[in-house]
């Protein structure tokens, strides 16, 4: 019998944003080390483990479209405003490393963590 479909969140839209590469080595929310270089993310709510694909918004940046995937595995942002910091590997898959390093974007979570 095949399983049923992974609930999906309710797309949440708003502004995403990147922590910095030099936090590497310090522990995240959820103990692990962090690594700039992998695909992982904060957000305030989302049970740790939990996969995202953060899609752009803004068009007229050029950059609009672009989509990563990422794992839940730190609290955050702490920035009003703000509904997902991204690790430096994953702002670059978007674009958004750099001069302003937020854009708008929305999260669609594509798979539960495992435990839920």
Do not use: W
């Amino acid at each position: 019998m095949a399983s049923p479909p992974t609930p999906r969140l309710k797309p949440q839209c708003g502004i995403a944003s990147y922590y910095h590469a030099t936090l590497a080595g310090n522990p995240t929310a959820n103990g692990e080390t962090y690594n700039p270089k992998r695909l992982t993310a904060a957000h305030k709510e989302l049970p740790f483990g939990t996969i995202v694909t953060v899609r752009r918004r803004d068009f007229a940046s050029g950059d609009g479209g672009k989509t990563v995937t990422v794992r839940i595995n730190d609290r955050g942002p702490f920035v009003d405003g703000r509904i997902i910091d991204l690790s430096p590997t994953a702002a670059k898959a978007i674009g958004i490393y750099g001069e302003d390093g937020v854009a708008e974007v929305c999260l669609l979570r594509v798979k539960k963590p495992a435990a839920e």
